[in-house]
């Protein structure tokens, strides 16, 4: 079974930085779109970044540009997203994507397979 699992999260203060993880078994993250969404309580998930499948291009929500960065490690087979100058409205639940079937990357109905989420808290 295609397995993703995070880690990375909890609780920092506005401005602070997060560096979460997206550890990939039985799939290869290499060579594939590949995503970051949030949710929050009564909310879909959204999206927040995106990777090509070639690493060369990415996609990002407007309210995390110029602060998040997405990147994988092929060799760990892993998926990372950087957050710097945290902000209480980051605070959610973050997901990582995989199994992209085309189409909008920041789409959460364009992805198969879920990690279970880490929690990212931020208070002022």
């Known amino acids: 079974q295609v397995q993703l699992v995070e880690a990375g999260g909890g609780s920092v203060q506005a401005g602070g930085s997060l560096r979460l993880s997206c550890a990939a078994s039985?799939?290869?993250?290499?060579?594939?779109?590949v995503a970051w969404f949030r949710q929050t309580p009564g909310k879909g998930r959204e999206g927040v970044a995106a990777?090509?499948?070639?690493?060369?291009?990415?996609w990002y929500a407007d309210s995390v540009k110029g602060r998040f960065t997405i990147s994988r490690d092929s060799v760990k087979n892993t998926l990372y997203l950087q957050m710097n100058s945290l902000k209480p409205e980051d605070t959610a639940m973050y997901y990582c994507?995989?199994?992209?079937?085309?189409?909008?990357?920041?789409?959460?109905?364009?992805?198969?397979?879920w990690g279970q989420g880490t929690q990212v808290t931020v208070s002022s």
């Open positions: 994507a995989a199994g992209f079937r085309g189409g909008d990357p920041l789409r959460e109905t364009n992805y198969d397979y």
């Open positions: 990777l090509s499948a070639g690493g060369t291009a990415t």
């Open positions: 039985e799939y290869t993250l290499r060579n594939k779109v």
